[in-house]
């Protein structure tokens, strides 16, 4: 039994990079885990690449519509939410980050 076993766990950012290797290993540690992402089809190579206990939710977690949408829908799945894990995607050169 693993660490994380029955837990249900949402990573933003799961679609790629450290929130993807996160997820990953939340879901060998036992836990179901919700990961969200902008793009439909990096959100779907995501779920498919971890294969199991994994459903990928399309949005933008700076819209607070999307933030809505994606915990009712952690709700009316799974009743719960036992961990969050916020993984900021950003890189040097991102728009955010110039003033």
Do not use: C, H
């Not at 693993?2 to 540690?29: D, R, S, Y």
């Not at 519509?65 to 950003?90: C, H, M, P, T, W």
């Amino acid at each position: 039994m693993g660490k994380l076993e029955g837990k249900i766990a949402l990573i933003t950012g799961g679609n790629g990079g450290i929130g993807l290797a996160t997820a990953k290993q939340f879901v060998n540690e036992g836990a179901y885990v919700f990961i969200t992402g902008r793009r439909e089809q990096e959100l779907a190579a995501a779920v498919k690449e971890i294969g199991r206990n994994v459903t990928g939710v399309q949005g933008d977690v700076s819209n607070l519509g999307d933030l809505d949408r994606l915990f009712a829908q952690i709700k009316r799945e799974k009743g719960k939410l036992d961990i969050g894990n916020i993984v900021e995607s950003l890189s040097l050169s991102s728009p955010r980050l110039k003033s």
